[in-house]
């Protein structure tokens, strides 16, 4: 009795204790992150004023890559990565500077037209504001590990207004096939807060419940695995696109402010050759295709392709904006092939892209369903799941650890990185004769 009795009493302190912890950094990461998007939305809207206001990216991505340089270069990239990194590596020891480097960057970047996403910088501002409480509160490794959790989640929840999704997204994107649920209560509590605190200051978020969801049938049903396979496919490309981009730069032995030149000159030639229209965050094409608009096939390629050259080459901002982009889009184009309503498979491609690439398909589940309503949740969920497994052990977050094998029919070391494991193909040739041979026996048998 009394053991259960002390046991209960420590379970409650360490509730209080976290709730307390969570809240305050709810609080602090939902104003950090309304100072950062209420930054970023005024430079958008003064910039757009002028019809050639991309001309500037090459001055604007050396900037950029300059001051990650010599001032942070823990900034550089797109944000997610390198909280995830310094969880892993660091104990969540996230440098202070990296904050107003990170917000500075970001804004230049995205507000003069570099493909890149607002949630990155939210992110490692979330990470790193926890990080410096964590440093006045003198805590452990193992709270402040927590604590930077729960930064990622308020970060995350502060962008899309998500607080649920961005509460599982904290603890599910740091490990392949894990959930941390010893930080599940203060990311829920750091997300729900931070969110509120936005959206009190002023920040809106995009909502749009899917009015066309049609009943469940068999058909529908097998609609929806082919619709998962195909977000897997374009997750694969997105990954490897940012991938193959990143070598490139590396093998590029240039002082990397003069690769941001080079970067932003790409980028110029390629609007002038396509369109404006894969510049920046994006949002009115997103919000055009989810209310049922149409695009030309190959948008959700250049989007790809703007992203990989604008964040590796110089420009500083988060993934998960285009993605999302990539996502809604590519769903457009599948929808006329599948013969079903444009708004719900770009609904279902938004979120199946982003599980596919981040490896989060609970997290990108409940996100459908708080960003366009309950009904669209079993087909968002079937396609999430699919699109995550066909994406095996690649992640646009190398950091990532693998926590679970996705297939028996790959081994892969768990606990490796992503970046580090060498996914090998096991045959299944010699259970395939035995099964075989199993059934003549038994067919002979019964003869």
């Not at 990170?102 to 507000?111: E, G, H, N, P, R």
């Not at 493909?115 to 939210?122: F, L, Q, R």
């Not at 962008?159 to 203060?186: N, S």
């Not at 998962?228 to 032995?253: C, H, P």
């Given at each position: 009795?009394?053991?259960?009795?002390?046991?209960?009493?420590?379970?409650?302190?360490?509730?209080?204790?976290?709730?307390?912890?969570?809240?305050?950094?709810?609080?602090?990461?939902?104003?950090?992150?309304?100072?950062?998007?209420?930054?970023?939305?005024?430079?958008?809207?003064?910039?757009?004023?002028?019809?050639?206001?991309?001309?500037?990216?090459?001055?604007?991505?050396?900037?950029?890559?300059?001051?990650?340089?010599?001032?942070?270069?823990?900034?550089?990239?797109?944000?997610?990565?390198?909280?995830?990194?310094?969880?892993?590596?660091?104990?969540?020891?996230?440098?202070?500077?990296?904050?107003?480097?990170?917000?500075?960057?970001?804004?230049?970047?995205?507000?003069?037209?570099?493909?890149?996403?607002?949630?990155?910088?939210?992110?490692?501002?979330?990470?790193?504001?926890?990080?410096?409480?964590?440093?006045?509160?003198?805590?452990?490794?193992?709270?402040?590990?927590?604590?930077?959790?729960?930064?990622?989640?308020?970060?995350?929840?502060?962008?899309?207004?998500?607080?649920?999704?961005?509460?599982?997204?904290?603890?599910?994107?740091?490990?392949?096939?894990?959930?941390?649920?010893?930080?599940?209560?203060?990311?829920?509590?750091?997300?729900?807060?931070?969110?509120?605190?936005?959206?009190?200051?002023?920040?809106?978020?995009?909502?749009?419940?899917?009015?066309?969801?049609?009943?469940?049938?068999?058909?529908?049903?097998?609609?929806?695995?082919?619709?998962?396979?195909?977000?897997?496919?374009?997750?694969f490309i997105t990954i490897e696109a940012m991938q193959l981009s990143k070598d490139i730069s590396d093998r590029i032995r240039l002082w990397s402010p003069l690769?941001?030149?080079?970067?932003?000159?790409?980028?110029?030639?390629?609007?002038?050759?396509?369109?404006?229209?894969?510049?920046?965050?994006?949002?009115?094409?997103?919000?055009?295709?989810?209310?049922?608009?149409?695009?030309?096939?190959?948008?959700?390629?250049?989007?790809?392709?703007?992203?990989?050259?604008?964040?590796?080459?110089?420009?500083?901002?988060?993934?998960?904006?285009?993605?999302?982009?990539?996502g809604a889009t590519s769903g457009m184009v599948f929808s006329n092939l599948l013969g079903l309503d444009r708004a719900t498979l770009s609904a279902i491609g938004?979120?199946?892209?982003?599980?596919?690439?981040?490896?989060?398909?609970?997290?990108?589940?409940?996100?459908?369903?708080?960003?366009?309503?309950?009904?669209?949740?079993?087909?968002?969920?079937?396609?999430?799941?699919?699109?995550?497994?066909?994406?095996?052990?690649?992640?646009?977050?190398?950091?990532?650890?693998?926590?679970?094998?996705?297939?028996?029919?790959?081994?892969?070391?768990?606990?490796?990185?992503?970046?580090?494991?060498?996914?090998?193909?096991?045959?299944?040739?010699?259970?395939?004769?035995?099964?075989?041979?199993?059934?003549?026996?038994?067919?002979?048998?019964?003869?």
């Amino acid at each position: 009795m009394r053991n259960s009795l002390r046991e209960t009493t420590v379970i409650f302190f360490s509730v209080i204790k976290w709730s307390i912890l969570s809240t305050i950094v709810g609080v602090a990461v939902g104003l950090s992150t309304t100072v950062f998007l209420k930054t970023l939305n005024w430079s958008i809207s003064t910039n757009n004023q002028y019809t050639y206001y991309y001309l500037f990216l090459p001055f604007a991505l050396f900037f950029s890559a300059f001051i990650v340089k010599y001032l942070s270069p823990d900034a550089e990239g797109h944000g997610t990565e390198k909280v995830i990194e310094a969880i892993h590596q660091s104990s969540g020891r996230i440098k202070p500077i990296v904050i107003p480097v990170k917000l500075i960057a970001s804004v230049i970047t995205i507000a003069f037209g570099g493909s890149s996403g607002k949630e990155g910088p939210c992110v490692q501002i979330g990470g790193g504001v926890s990080s410096v409480i964590s440093d006045i509160l003198r805590l452990d490794d193992i709270d402040r590990k927590k604590l930077v959790i729960c930064g990622i989640s308020a970060g995350f929840s502060s962008v899309f207004g998500t607080p649920i999704a961005g509460a599982i997204f904290g603890i599910e994107v740091l490990f392949i096939g894990c959930l941390l649920y010893d930080v599940l209560l203060p990311s829920f509590i750091a997300g729900i807060v931070s969110y509120y605190i936005s959206s009190f200051l002023g920040i809106t978020y995009f909502y749009g419940s899917i009015k066309f969801v049609p009943v469940l049938s068999e058909f529908l049903f097998v609609k929806t695995i082919f619709a998962g396979i195909f977000f897997g496919i374009v997750s694969f490309i997105t990954i490897e696109a940012m991938q193959l981009s990143k070598d490139i730069s590396d093998r590029i032995r240039l002082w990397s402010p003069l690769k941001g030149l080079i970067g932003g000159f790409l980028l110029i030639i390629l609007t002038f050759t396509f369109s404006t229209k894969f510049l920046g965050l994006g949002l009115e094409t997103i919000k055009s295709v989810l209310q049922g608009g149409s695009v030309l096939w190959y948008f959700f390629i250049l989007k790809i392709i703007f992203t990989a050259i604008t964040l590796n080459f110089g420009g500083s901002g988060g993934l998960i904006t285009p993605i999302i982009f990539i996502g809604a889009t590519s769903g457009m184009v599948f929808s006329n092939l599948l013969g079903l309503d444009r708004a719900t498979l770009s609904a279902i491609g938004l979120v199946s892209v982003l599980a596919g690439t981040t490896n989060t398909p609970i997290a990108s589940s409940i996100m459908a369903i708080e960003l366009f309503g309950p009904s669209i949740g079993p087909y968002a969920a079937l396609s999430c799941t699919i699109s995550y497994l066909m994406t095996g052990y690649r992640s646009i977050y190398p950091s990532q650890i693998i926590g679970i094998v996705k297939s028996t029919s790959v081994q892969v070391e768990i606990g490796k990185e992503v970046s580090e494991s060498e996914p090998k193909i096991q045959t299944r040739r010699k259970t395939l004769t035995n099964l075989i041979l199993g059934i003549i026996r038994k067919l002979k048998n019964g003869r």
